[in-house]
């Protein structure tokens, strides 16, 4: 065979197994804001550079997704989903999502990055702690933050916020104040009792919205209240003089999850595509862009980055994590408690 009868054999067999490639699309859904913005600028180019396939990327919040998913389960649209663990944990229990393929890049992952068999894997992790504009208290003559019990400062009356329970750091902050009082997931009277009591008159609102909550802090009106690591980070990177503080009771894991969802007909870019999220290249861009803690063990981050991100055995392995089999079950029963009691 010439030079030249070679040259055209080779791209004619390359041009077929980019054809086949490009037949896959596949669709995400995930988290929207600054995640989508990652996932599109950085981590779905390389992907798609890689595989050949084009990834439509879905925003929403995680009971969106989970929603979505339950409305669509005999014919659903999207073939990954990324979602905070609890609502993964159910989307697990009911079926929605589909075997994980093994991998090698599976091997270097952190024993908590395996939370549900081989249904789905936990793909970053967040602090849930407190957050304070450092300016303010500073002015104010104010000690920074150490306990969850700070809350209850009456020199923070309308000056607080948290997020409410059918958000992860709102149920999370329920269940550190039960533990904090001698309860737990088994006993979550003492941590209703705490909020109602002692956390809530101060509580200016309670935020389900990333933008309000930074509005919030923005403008002056709340100067202390709960969120996640990687939210307080975001903000940060913009100016704005405010810091993330890990309890001395200890702070909550919250993970986000990812699983390939169970179709009919599944496709083989979509387990690449979450192979392909546990990269060391993928893991430091999500811990650099969503202060996410890598679940891969080999991650190497820089200095000022591991320095904002729960990184390395032993930092993650402080953290507290939450039995979604017993929560998952009380979660209605405690949000139509929430709504009677906490945010009357």
């Excluded at 996640?228 to 001395?248: C, E, Q």
Aim: hydrophobic content about 40%; some cysteine; glycine content about 10%.
């Amino acid at each position: 065979m010439t030079a030249s009868r070679l040259a055209l054999s080779l791209a004619a067999a390359f041009a077929a197994t980019a054809g086949i490639a490009h037949a896959e699309d596949i669709y995400v859904g995930g988290y929207g804001g600054s995640t989508e913005t990652a996932f599109k600028q950085k981590i779905i180019p390389a992907y798609e550079k890689l595989t050949g396939n084009k990834v439509i990327y879905v925003p929403g919040n995680s009971t969106d997704t989970l929603a979505k998913l339950q409305a669509e389960k005999n014919n659903p649209q999207y073939d990954v989903a990324l979602m905070d663990d609890g609502p993964m944990e159910q989307a697990v229990q009911f079926g929605f999502c589909g075997d994980i393929e093994a991998a090698p890049v599976y091997n270097d992952l952190y024993p908590m990055a395996k939370s549900a068999g081989n249904k789905s894997l936990n793909l970053g992790v967040i602090a849930t702690g407190l957050f304070y504009n450092e300016e303010a208290f500073k002015k104010a003559g104010w000690a920074a933050p150490t306990s969850w019990n700070d809350l209850k400062d009456k020199k923070f009356k309308s000056k607080t916020v948290i997020p409410p329970i059918n958000n992860g750091y709102g149920l999370q902050t329920l269940l550190m104040f039960a533990e904090m009082n001698g309860g737990g997931a088994n006993n979550i009277d003492p941590g209703f009792q705490a909020l109602i009591k002692d956390v809530g008159p101060n509580v200016l609102a309670w935020e389900p919205s990333p933008g309000k909550m930074t509005e919030l802090f923005q403008n002056g009106d709340a100067v202390i209240g709960v969120w996640g690591s990687g939210r307080v980070k975001a903000l940060a990177d913009t100016g704005f003089p405010v810091k993330f503080v890990y309890p001395k009771e200890g702070a909550f894991a919250l993970f986000t999850s990812v699983c390939p969802v169970a179709k009919k007909q599944p496709k083989a870019g979509a387990q690449k595509f979450v192979q392909f999220l546990y990269t060391p290249e993928s893991q430091t861009a999500l811990a650099e862009t969503q202060a996410w803690g890598p679940m891969n063990s080999k991650v190497k981050l820089d200095e000022k980055v591991a320095k904002q991100v729960p990184y390395g055995p032993e930092q993650i392995a402080q953290l507290k994590t939450v039995d979604y089999k017993i929560v998952n079950v009380k979660r209605s029963e405690w949000t139509n408690r929430w709504n009677r009691t906490v945010e009357r």
